[in-house]
């Protein structure tokens, strides 16, 4: 095709005279489009983020109380010291934190996975079950929340209506300070699992047939069959979901303040480290001591993302 | 050449059909999986249809449950909600900060995540996703002090530029997968034939991926509709979007179940019937990168 269409005599345009500023900068263009293209980016996202970071590392080795006292001391690693023995808020939300993704999180993967291998082979209605899975994963968050928050109501909530119907006594729900906690879980689950699915069914459509085909010349059954190859070679997906519902969910927001406000409840009964600190922050002006609070949540993060990409990485091989 | 692939295909095509059927279980697991699967979709829909319920029903029909089901529709709620409080001018404010943000990252992440992908600058495309995996708040001091130092809280521009700062990552993540599955050799083909690298991006490669910028624009689009911490603290009474809106009306009006439904449902309509509509690029985008490994 190019010895037909051979290329556009650029060559002969300017052999009479030099090249121009316009032909200067386009060779320039070209020849640093690398960066040209990456940059700009880059800088956006670096500023927004490395400059903060900066700050709030700053922030949190002097005592600032944000407007109410604008100048702030600078008192090092006392801040880390108050928060690290804080056993009333901080070691409480750090658990909250940890129980909330934990369950939230295995109760996702399992039920994603149960999900995904029941909508792995064609069937009919399929397009009605795909629709019903992308509804809770576009709704805004805190609708959702307004929307459990009506359907768990002790006194007027159709989940005690529904309870009432089997005679399970009616159940506090997010009032309850034992029960709060785990009806949050809940609503994540309804939400979030659907992003499971979708991510473990895009793994069992690429996974080639051969090898679920030849342990069932076998013989194998169903679930050996799932146990010993399906599963081993889903393994990699399924970290990929871990790791991106995870970061997620620890820094789950939206759907706990919108249900219990600030301070997660009146006996901080959903207070995650990310509500936390929004409520150090927003809520009492306590900058200095957020920020440790905040780097501290940043350093957990990290940490677990960390692991579970070196999960990932020995999966592969 | 073109003849042998053409008598290929119709042949390959209906063969795995009717061994996938007799691949299918016994009778027992057709009638669970039916179960299982009616199971699933109520779990998933039940919830919004009791919200839409219950917008169209008045705050005594709500308190008695024996109405649950059976009640005289009203759109009262939603009279209320659009006109008493006027959230015509903060779905307007959503849908306005969204479009502009996603437009902006779009321009600034799909040649970024070109030349991440086509360069595999995997340090750099690390900078540009770490913005996934810091906690927003503590972004969120910095900026906000900033920010009202220059006066600019309570504006468009900072809720634009928090918005494109979620929607950025996510756009260069959908992206860099996007061309990583573009065949090099179209570009280098076209660069054969006398146009420049920069050109036979433009030209060559651009066209070719409007499918992935329509997935990552989707995405970017619905995230930042739905963003509720960024606005909760940089938008102003002219700016504030639907999320904030409606966790605003729980505070004056707690009791008012049948508007606070109805409010959400306003919030929740316009994305779902998008998300209705683009469903396919949807899924591509949450799975984008995922079967990779």
């Not at chain 1, 994603?112 to 509804?135: D, H, N, S, T, Y």
């Not at chain 1, 979708?198 to 679920?212: F, N, Q, R, V, Y």
């Not at chain 2, 006398?194 to 992935?212: K, N, Y």
Request: with cysteine; glycine share 6%.
């Amino acid at each position: 095709m190019s010895v037909l269409n051979p290329p556009r005599s650029a060559p002969a345009r300017s052999a009479g005279r030099p090249p121009g500023p316009r032909a200067n900068f386009s060779a320039w263009a070209n020849r640093h489009r690398k960066w040209l293209f990456a940059a700009p980016a880059m800088i956006f996202v670096g500023v927004l983020i490395v400059f903060p970071l900066a700050w709030t590392l700053f922030l949190s080795l002097t005592d600032s109380q944000g407007s109410v006292r604008a100048a702030s001391e600078f008192i090092g690693l006392q801040n880390y010291i108050t928060v690290l023995s804080d056993v009333d808020r901080f070691w409480p939300a750090v658990g909250r934190t940890m129980s909330f993704t934990g369950v939230a999180l295995a109760c996702e993967v399992v039920l994603g996975m149960c999900i995904a291998l029941l909508l792995w082979r064609p069937f009919r209605g399929e397009k009605w079950v795909r629709v019903a899975i992308l509804l809770p994963l576009v709704a805004t968050p805190v609708a959702v929340g307004m929307m459990w928050r009506l359907i768990f109501d002790p006194n007027i909530g159709f989940a005690n209506q529904l309870l009432g119907l089997i005679g399970i006594p009616a159940q506090p729900w997010l009032s309850g300070q034992d029960t709060a906690l785990g009806t949050t879980i809940f609503m994540d689950v309804w939400q979030w699992t659907p992003m499971v699915v979708l991510i473990l069914l895009a793994g069992l459509t690429s996974l080639s047939e051969e090898p679920d085909e030849a342990a069932r010349m076998d013989g194998a059954n169903a679930f050996q069959r799932f146990f010993y190859i399906t599963l081993p070679l889903m393994l990699p997906t399924v970290i990929v979901a871990i790791l991106l519902r995870g970061i997620d969910a620890l820094k789950t927001f939206d759907i706990l303040y919108a249900t219990k406000g600030k301070g997660g409840g009146s006996f901080h009964e959903v207070e995650t480290l990310n509500v936390y600190a929004y409520g150090l922050s927003f809520d009492y002006n306590q900058y200095g001591l957020s920020s440790a609070v905040l780097i501290l949540f940043f350093m957990i993060i990290i940490g677990t993302m960390w692991l579970l990409t070196m999960r990932k990485k020995a999966a592969n091989k | 050449m073109t003849v042998q692939t053409e008598s290929k295909i119709p042949a390959a095509r209906p063969a795995p059909a009717p061994r996938r059927r007799k691949a299918r279980g016994p009778r027992a697991y057709k009638v669970f999986r039916v179960v299982a699967l009616v199971a699933v979709v109520l779990f998933l829909v039940a919830p919004l249809f009791w919200m839409l319920l219950a917008s169209f029903k008045t705050n005594v029909d709500i308190y008695d449950t024996g109405k649950s089901f059976f009640f005289t529709p009203t759109t009262e709620n939603y009279a209320n909600v659009l006109e008493r409080n006027n959230y015509f001018v903060f779905i307007i404010n959503s849908f306005w900060v969204a479009f502009v943000s996603t437009a902006f990252s779009l321009v600034l992440g799909v040649p970024a995540a070109y030349a991440m992908s086509r360069f595999t600058m995997h340090r750099s495309a690390l900078v540009v996703l770490m913005a996934r995996v810091i906690p927003g708040v503590s972004l969120l001091v910095p900026w906000y002090y900033v920010f009202s130092n220059l006066k600019m809280v309570g504006g468009f521009e900072v809720l634009i530029l928090s918005h494109m700062f979620v929607a950025l990552p996510l756009i260069v993540y959908i992206m860099m997968s996007y061309f990583d599955s573009l065949p090099l050799e179209l570009e280098e083909s076209a660069q054969v034939d006398g146009l420049t690298p920069i050109g036979a991006f433009r030209r060559i490669t651009l066209p070719l991926s409007v499918a992935g910028m329509a997935t990552a624009g989707i995405l970017s689009f619905i995230f930042s509709w739905n963003n509720f911490m960024f606005a909760l603290v940089l938008s102003g009474s002219k700016t504030k979007t639907l999320p904030v809106a409606i966790f605003d009306f729980v505070s004056y009006a707690s009791i008012d179940w049948g508007g606070l439904m109805a409010a959400a449902m306003v919030v929740t309509i316009p994305i779902m019937v998008i998300a209705l509509f683009t469903q396919k690029y949807i899924v591509s985008g949450m799975t984008a990168g995922a079967t990779k490994g």
